[in-house]
C-alpha cells in the first residue's frame, strides 16, 4: 500500500508571494491533517478535515487555508508569505470516521524556504 | 488545556544500553488518546504506538516497550539493547476524543553511538 504522498518535496519562495502544498493520503482514509514543524515552535497542528469539512483549525492567522477533495486529497495555501513561514509541513491520513481518534501516518513533508 | 511535556531534550548512549524517553502529559479529558512518533533524519514521522486512556497495560513491541500509568499522567518508552538505527528524535503526542488533532511534545533526540 503506498504511504502518504506530499508535493513538492521542496519550495523556494519570495516574501508576499503565495504557495499551494498538496497531499494525497493513503488510499482508503478519509481524514488529513496538516501541521509544522520548526526548530522553534516545533509540530504545531494546522488542519483537519474529514470528508471534505474541516474539523478542527489550529491557532495559526487566517493567511493559511486548507481544503479536501472528494477523493480525500488535501491541499494547503499560504497567502502573503512571510520569513516566519519557513518550516517543513507536514501531511498525515488515518481513516478517521468518528467516535475515535487514528493513529496517522505521515507524509515525507514539503520544505518551504520564504526568502 | 492539553500539553504534554518531554522534559529530556537530548540523550546520548553506546549501543546496546537500555534507554527511557519519559512523556508526562496534561489533560482534563477521560478520554484521551496517547502516541509515540519516530523522526529519523530523513524527517518523516513514524507511527510507533497508540493507546488510549482506559488501556493501562503496558506493551511491549520487539526492544520497544511502554509503561502507561495514569495516576502519574506518563506515557514512558523505553529501548531495549539500543541499536544505532534507533537514533533519531522521539516525540510523544497526545489527542482527544473524536479528533486526530494531535498535540506533540518537544520531542527527545536520541543518539546511539556504536
Known amino acids: 500500500k503506498a504511504g502518504v504522498t506530499q508535493t513538492p518535496r521542496y519550495l523556494i519562495k519570495t516574501r508576499g508571494q503565495q504557495v499551494t502544498l498538496s497531499c494525497s493520503p493513503i488510499?482508503?482514509?478519509?481524514?488529513v491533517s496538516w501541521y509544522q514543524q520548526t526548530p522553534g515552535q516545533g509540530l504545531q497542528f494546522l488542519f483537519e478535515?474529514?470528508?471534505?469539512?474541516?474539523?478542527n483549525k489550529g491557532n495559526f492567522p487566517g493567511r493559511f487555508s486548507g481544503r479536501q477533495f472528494s477523493n480525500s486529497r488535501s491541499e494547503m495555501n499560504v497567502s502573503t508569505l512571510e520569513l516566519g513561514d519557513s518550516a517543513l509541513y507536514l501531511c498525515?491520513?488515518?481513516?478517521?470516521?468518528?467516535?475515535?481518534?487514528?493513529?496517522?501516518?505521515f507524509g515525507p513533508g514539503t520544505r518551504l524556504t520564504v526568502t | 488545556a492539553q500539553k504534554v511535556t518531554q522534559a529530556q531534550t537530548e540523550i546520548s548512549v553506546v549501543e546496546k544500553e537500555d534507554v527511557t524517553l519519559d512523556c508526562v502529559y496534561e489533560?482534563?479529558?477521560?478520554?484521551?488518546?496517547l502516541f509515540w512518533y519516530k523522526q529519523p533524519p530523513s524527517g518523516e514521522l513514524v507511527f510507533l504506538i497508540r493507546?488510549?486512556?482506559?488501556?493501562?497495560q503496558n506493551e511491549i513491541s520487539g526492544r520497544y516497550s511502554w509503561n502507561f500509568q495514569k495516576s502519574t499522567s506518563s506515557f514512558n518508552f523505553t529501548i531495549t539493547a539500543s541499536q544505532v538505527v534507533d537514533s533519531a528524535v522521539y516525540f510523544c503526542?497526545?489527542?482527544?476524543?473524536?479528533?486526530?488533532?494531535?498535540?506533540f511534545g518537544t520531542g527527545t533526540r536520541l543518539q546511539v553511538f556504536p
Open positions: 498525515a491520513s488515518s481513516l478517521g470516521s468518528s467516535g475515535s481518534s487514528y493513529e496517522q501516518y
Open positions: 488510499s482508503g482514509h478519509r481524514s
Open positions: 478535515y474529514f470528508s471534505e469539512t474541516q474539523r
Open positions: 489533560t482534563r479529558d477521560t478520554t484521551y488518546y
Open positions: 493507546r488510549n486512556s482506559f488501556d493501562e
Open positions: 503526542a497526545l489527542s482527544r476524543y473524536n479528533t486526530d488533532k494531535l498535540i
